[in-house]
T-cell receptor, first 115, second 109 residues
Framework: DTGVSQDPRHKITKRGQNVTFRCDPI?????LYWYRQTLGQGPEFLTYFQNEAQLEKSRLLSDRFSAERPKGSFSTLEIQRTEQGDSAMYLC?????????????FGQGTRLTVV | GESVGLHLPTLSVQEGDNSIINCAYS??????FIWYKQESGKGPQFIID?????DKRQGQRVTVLLNKTVKHLSLQIAATQPGDSAVYFCAGSYDKVIFGPGTSLSVIP
């Protein structure tokens, strides 16, 4: 296991199109997180899963955003009807529950550009 | 809501000197406070954490200090090296990690 992997690394899409990103966490981690990061800012929490259950969604996550983790392993983040304001780096992280470890391992992110 | 913020957006340090990066937080609900390092083009990388009932924790070349009275967190890096150049985020954790805006550390050779 080489860590958290995200696909694609870069995505350019036209405004109004739908995009889907994939995250493969570290296999023994049951928690998976999605964050969004814009230039010069810290990552903003979007949502997280424990196994296949989505436990929390941020107010930042509009109705156009949906995340799934159907079998408790990989996760997808879909953005429908993309807007220019969606342009950002989308980061995925995985971890054990905080009672075991606070360390979250991040992937290298998917950079989305909406034109 | 929970808020974690940082003092000083940039910090320049001479190689070999010690670095101190500061952070203030407004919400005391975090169980842990964590420092992450992010290099250009990479995701954040965990450095060290401190439980909210502690005031100091040491790692390899790094020390985190927590002052709950004034809601202040700091990261001290000893003998700063060029490889330490990155953006450093403090974060609070209670089920999920909430990040502040970051301090960019530049190490002058």
């Amino acid at each position: 296991d080489t860590g958290v992997s995200q696909d694609p690394r870069h995505k350019i899409t036209k405004r109004g199109q739908n995009v889907t990103f994939r995250c493969d966490p570290i296999s023994e981690h049951n928690r998976l997180y999605w964050y969004r990061q814009t230039l010069g800012q810290g990552p903003e929490f979007l949502t997280y899963f424990q196994n296949e259950a989505q436990l929390e969604k941020s107010r930042l996550l509009s109705d156009r955003f949906s995340a799934e983790r159907p079998k408790g392993s990989f996760s997808t983040l879909e953005i429908q009807r993309t807007e220019q304001g969606d342009s950002a780096m989308y980061l995925c992280a995985s971890s054990y529950p905080q009672t075991v470890s606070t360390e979250a391992f991040f992937g290298q992110g998917t950079r989305l550009t909406v034109v | 809501g929970e808020s974690v913020g940082l003092h000083l957006p940039t910090l320049s340090v001479q190689e070999g000197d010690n670095s101190i990066i500061n952070c203030a937080y407004s919400n005391s609900a975090s169980d842990y406070f964590i420092w992450y390092k992010q290099e250009s083009g990479k995701g954040p990388q965990f450095i060290i954490d401190i439980r909210s009932n502690m005031d100091k924790r040491q790692g390899q070349r790094v020390t985190v200090l927590l002052n709950k009275t004034v809601k202040h967190l700091s990261l001290q890096i000893a003998a700063t090296q060029p490889g330490d150049s990155a953006v450093y985020f403090c974060a609070g954790s209670y089920d999920k990690v909430i990040f502040g805006p970051g301090t960019s550390l530049s190490v002058i050779p």
